[in-house]
C-alpha cells in the first residue's frame, strides 16, 4: 500500500507499507513500484501545488493523470464552471439522464433540481471551511440511483492526500468526482432499448411466419 502525506514544512512523505516478511524482497519491489510510478507521482506532485496556488494545470497533465481513472473527474470554478472533465466524466455529462447540455458556456448542471441543489450545498460547504470534501448521492430523472458525487477542496482532501490546511483562503478551483455505484444510465436506456427493438424484431418474425403459413 502507498499512501501520500505532506508535513507542514511542505516537504512531501511516501509511506509503502507491505505485510511481505523483511528478507529484502519488500524494499526491492519498492524499488520497482517507486520506479513505475515516478513519472505520474512527479505529476502529481505538480498539480498539487498549481491547484493550491489557483493555477489552470495544463491540460495534457490532467488527461495523463485523470483520463485513466475508472470514476469521472472534473475540475470546475466555484460558480460550476466546468475547467475539465477526463474520459468518464465527459461520458456521464452527454447522459441527458444525469446532466442539462453545458452549452457554450460551459457550466455543469444537473437534470434533477434535487441532484443541483445538492451540488451547490456540498460545494458552499467546502469553500466555507466545513470540510475538505462533500458528498451526496446522485440520482438521475427517472430517480434511479446513480452513485455518489463528491467535492474535493485540493490539494489536501483530493484523492486522500492529506496534508495543511491554508486557512481564511477560497479555493479557486474544486474537484469533482462522479463514482456510479450501479450501470451507467445512458448504458441502461440502451440496453432497454436494444430488448424493445429485439422483442417488435421478434413479433414481426412471427407475424410473418403466421402470413406465409396461412
Same mark, same amino acid.
Given at each position: 500500500?502507498?499512501?501520500?502525506?505532506?508535513?507542514?514544512?511542505?516537504?512531501?512523505?511516501?509511506?509503502?507499507?507491505?505485510?511481505?516478511?523483511?528478507?529484502?524482497?519488500?524494499?526491492?519491489?519498492?524499488?520497482?513500484?517507486? &520506479? @513505475?510510478?515516478?513519472?505520474?507521482?512527479?505529476? /502529481?506532485?505538480?498539480?498539487? *501545488?498549481?491547484?493550491? #496556488?489557483?493555477?489552470? !494545470? =495544463?491540460?495534457?497533465?490532467?488527461?495523463?493523470?485523470?483520463?485513466?481513472?475508472?470514476?469521472?473527474?472534473?475540475?470546475?470554478?466555484? &460558480? @460550476?464552471?466546468?475547467?475539465?472533465?477526463?474520459? /468518464?466524466?465527459?461520458?456521464? *455529462?452527454?447522459?441527458? #439522464?444525469?446532466?442539462? !447540455? =453545458?452549452?457554450?458556456?460551459?457550466?455543469?448542471?444537473?437534470?434533477?433540481?434535487?441532484?443541483?441543489?445538492?451540488?451547490?450545498?456540498?460545494?458552499?460547504?467546502?469553500?466555507?471551511?466545513?470540510?475538505?470534501?462533500?458528498?451526496?448521492?446522485?440520482?438521475?430523472?427517472?430517480?434511479?440511483?446513480?452513485?455518489?458525487?463528491?467535492?474535493?477542496?485540493?490539494?489536501?482532501?483530493?484523492?486522500?492526500?492529506?496534508?495543511?490546511?491554508?486557512?481564511?483562503?477560497?479555493?479557486?478551483?474544486?474537484?469533482?468526482?462522479?463514482?456510479?455505484?450501479?450501470?451507467?444510465?445512458?448504458?441502461?436506456?440502451?440496453?432497454?432499448?436494444?430488448?424493445?427493438?429485439?422483442?417488435?424484431?421478434?413479433?414481426?418474425?412471427?407475424?410473418?411466419?403466421?402470413?406465409?403459413?396461412?
Amino acid at each position: 500500500m502507498l499512501t501520500l502525506g505532506e508535513a507542514p514544512n511542505g516537504v512531501w512523505r511516501i509511506e509503502l507499507w507491505s505485510n511481505a516478511e523483511s528478507d529484502g524482497g519488500g524494499r526491492d519491489r519498492a524499488k520497482a513500484l517507486l &520506479s @513505475l510510478l515516478g513519472a505520474s507521482l512527479c505529476q /502529481a506532485f505538480q498539480l498539487s *501545488l498549481a491547484l493550491r #496556488a489557483g493555477m489552470q !494545470p =495544463a491540460k495534457a497533465m490532467l488527461c495523463d493523470l485523470w483520463d485513466p481513472l475508472p470514476f469521472g473527474v472534473m475540475l470546475v470554478e466555484p &460558480s @460550476l464552471r466546468l475547467l475539465f472533465a477526463n474520459t /468518464a466524466a465527459e461520458d456521464f *455529462l452527454h447522459t441527458a #439522464a444525469l446532466f442539462r !447540455p =453545458a452549452g457554450i458556456e460551459g457550466f455543469v448542471r444537473p437534470a434533477r433540481r434535487e441532484n443541483f441543489a445538492a451540488l451547490t450545498q456540498a460545494c458552499e460547504m467546502v469553500l466555507d471551511g466545513a470540510g475538505d470534501r462533500a458528498s451526496f448521492p446522485m440520482l438521475d430523472y427517472r430517480e434511479r440511483g446513480f452513485g455518489d458525487v463528491t467535492v474535493f477542496a485540493p490539494p489536501s482532501g483530493l484523492f486522500g492526500w492529506s496534508g495543511p490546511r491554508v486557512q481564511d483562503v477560497a479555493p479557486s478551483r474544486l474537484v469533482v468526482t462522479l463514482s456510479p455505484f450501479e450501470a451507467c444510465p445512458a448504458r441502461a436506456d440502451e440496453d432497454e432499448a436494444s430488448v424493445t427493438s429485439g422483442a417488435s424484431s421478434a413479433s414481426k418474425d412471427a407475424m410473418s411466419a403466421s402470413s406465409n403459413g396461412a
